[in-house]
C-alpha cells in the first residue's frame, strides 16, 4: 500500500515539520479507526475553491458565497466525518457579512449586495482535504478522496452596468428552407435574476424580422427592423415584460439569394445574420 498522508490540523502558526507530524497522527488515527487500511484516490479539484453568484448583481440582489470540495462525493453513514472537516473562513471587503468561519466540505452564506462590488475572501486552513468515502477497493481498504492542493481564493462581484453582446444567427437549411438559427441571451448564475433586454439592434446590411420570447409563458413579440435600426423594449407598442426574453430569432425579409436548399443536397445554407442585443438591471 502507498504511502498515506491525510489533511490535518490548520496550518496557519505551524512550522512545516510540526504541520507534517501532526497530518501523520491524523492518519495513524484515521486508519486506525476502521478495519481495513486507508487506500487514497487524489483527486484535483476542479475549478476554484469557492465562488459568489451572481457575479454581476443588481441593485436589490442577494448574494451567495460557496464552497464544495465533496463535488459528487457523499460522506458515508459510518465514518466521523466532521473528523476530517476543513474550515474555511469567509470575509468581505467592504464587510458586507461579519468575517465567519465555515467547518465542513461544503457551505456558505447569503448575504445582501451593496455598492459597487464585492471582494469574497475564501481562506482554508490546510493544503489538502480528505473525504472518507464509501467506496473499498479490491484489497479491501477504505477509498478517501484527497483534494489538493487547495489555496486560498479571492472572488469579486460587480453591479452590473448596461454592456452589449452580439448575437450570431446561423444560416440553417430545414428541409428545402433556407433560416436562421435562433440565439440565446445571456444567463446562468454569473448573471443577476434582474437583468433584463434594453435594446435589440439589427447591424446587418439587409432588413430583417426580429421575434422576442421565452420571457413570461406564452409572450411574444415581432418587429421589422431597417439595417442600424433598433428595437426598445420600453418603446411604444411593445408588451411589458418582453425584455425577460431570453430568445431572439431574425429571418431575413429579402431572401439570400446564394442559399440553395433541398432535403437531398448538398446544400448551401444562408449566410449568417448579427443582432447587437443591450443588457442590464431591470
Given at each position: 500500500?502507498?504511502?498515506?498522508?491525510?489533511?490535518?490540523?490548520?496550518?496557519?502558526?505551524?512550522?512545516?515539520?510540526?504541520?507534517?507530524?501532526?497530518?501523520?497522527?491524523?492518519?495513524?488515527?484515521?486508519?486506525?479507526?476502521?478495519?481495513?487500511?486507508?487506500?487514497?484516490?487524489?483527486?484535483?479539484?476542479?475549478?476554484?475553491?469557492?465562488?459568489?453568484?451572481?457575479?454581476?448583481?443588481?441593485?436589490?440582489?442577494?448574494?451567495?458565497?460557496?464552497?464544495?470540495?465533496?463535488?459528487?462525493?457523499?460522506?458515508?453513514?459510518?465514518?466521523?466525518?466532521?473528523?476530517?472537516?476543513?474550515?474555511?473562513?469567509?470575509?468581505?471587503?467592504?464587510?458586507?457579512?461579519?468575517?465567519?468561519?465555515?467547518?465542513?466540505?461544503?457551505?456558505?452564506?447569503?448575504?445582501?449586495?451593496?455598492?459597487?462590488?464585492?471582494?469574497?475572501?475564501?481562506?482554508?486552513?490546510?493544503?489538502?482535504a480528505t473525504?472518507?468515502?464509501?467506496?473499498?477497493?479490491?484489497?479491501?481498504?477504505?477509498?478517501?478522496?484527497?483534494?489538493?492542493?487547495?489555496?486560498?481564493?479571492t472572488v469579486?462581484?460587480?453591479?452590473?452596468?448596461?454592456?452589449?453582446?452580439?448575437?450570431?444567427?446561423?444560416?440553417?437549411?430545414?428541409?428545402?428552407?433556407?433560416?436562421?438559427?435562433?440565439?440565446?441571451?445571456?444567463?446562468?448564475?454569473?448573471?443577476?435574476?434582474?437583468?433584463?433586454?434594453?435594446?435589440?439592434?439589427?447591424?446587418?446590411?439587409?432588413?430583417?424580422?426580429?421575434?422576442?420570447?421565452?420571457?413570461?409563458?406564452?409572450?411574444?413579440?415581432?418587429?421589422?427592423?431597417?439595417?442600424?435600426?433598433c428595437l426598445?423594449?420600453?418603446?411604444?407598442?411593445?408588451?411589458?415584460?418582453?425584455?425577460?426574453?431570453?430568445?431572439?430569432?431574425?429571418?431575413?425579409?429579402?431572401?439570400?439569394?446564394?442559399?440553395?436548399?433541398?432535403?437531398?443536397?448538398?446544400?448551401?445554407?444562408?449566410?449568417?445574420?448579427?443582432?447587437?442585443?443591450?443588457?442590464?438591471?431591470?
Amino acid at each position: 500500500m502507498s504511502p498515506v498522508r491525510l489533511s490535518g490540523p490548520p496550518r496557519r502558526g505551524l512550522s512545516p515539520r510540526r504541520a507534517r507530524s501532526l497530518r501523520l497522527l491524523a492518519v495513524i488515527a484515521a486508519c486506525a479507526g476502521f478495519a481495513s487500511a486507508c487506500h487514497l484516490d487524489r483527486r484535483p479539484l476542479l475549478g476554484a475553491l469557492g465562488d459568489v453568484t451572481p457575479r454581476q448583481y443588481c441593485p436589490g440582489d442577494t448574494l451567495d458565497a460557496r464552497f464544495d470540495l465533496l463535488q459528487g462525493e457523499t460522506c458515508p453513514g459510518d465514518v466521523d466525518c466532521a473528523a476530517f472537516f476543513p474550515t474555511v473562513t469567509l470575509s468581505a471587503t467592504p464587510a458586507l457579512f461579519p468575517t465567519t468561519p465555515v467547518r465542513g466540505f461544503s457551505g456558505g452564506l447569503s448575504f445582501p449586495a451593496s455598492g459597487d462590488s464585492v471582494s469574497v475572501l475564501f481562506d482554508i486552513d490546510r493544503d489538502s482535504a480528505t473525504i472518507p468515502t464509501d467506496r473499498f477497493d479490491d484489497s479491501g481498504s477504505r477509498i478517501f478522496v484527497v483534494r489538493q492542493p487547495l489555496n486560498d481564493q479571492t472572488v469579486v462581484a460587480r453591479r452590473m452596468t448596461d454592456f452589449d453582446r452580439e448575437l450570431v444567427h446561423d444560416g440553417v437549411c430545414m428541409g428545402s428552407s433556407p433560416a436562421q438559427a435562433p440565439a440565446m441571451l445571456p444567463d446562468g448564475p454569473q448573471f443577476s435574476p434582474q437583468m433584463r433586454l434594453r435594446s435589440l439592434c439589427n447591424i446587418n446590411g439587409v432588413p430583417i424580422r426580429v421575434t422576442l420570447s421565452g420571457g413570461a409563458p406564452g409572450l411574444m413579440f415581432t418587429q421589422d427592423l431597417p439595417p442600424g435600426a433598433c428595437l426598445d423594449t420600453d418603446g411604444p407598442g411593445v408588451p411589458a415584460g418582453i425584455d425577460a426574453s431570453t430568445t431572439v430569432e431574425a429571418a431575413r425579409i429579402i431572401p439570400d439569394a446564394g442559399a440553395r436548399c433541398s432535403a437531398l443536397g448538398p446544400n448551401t445554407p444562408p449566410a449568417p445574420l448579427r443582432t447587437l442585443a443591450r443588457l442590464g438591471c431591470g
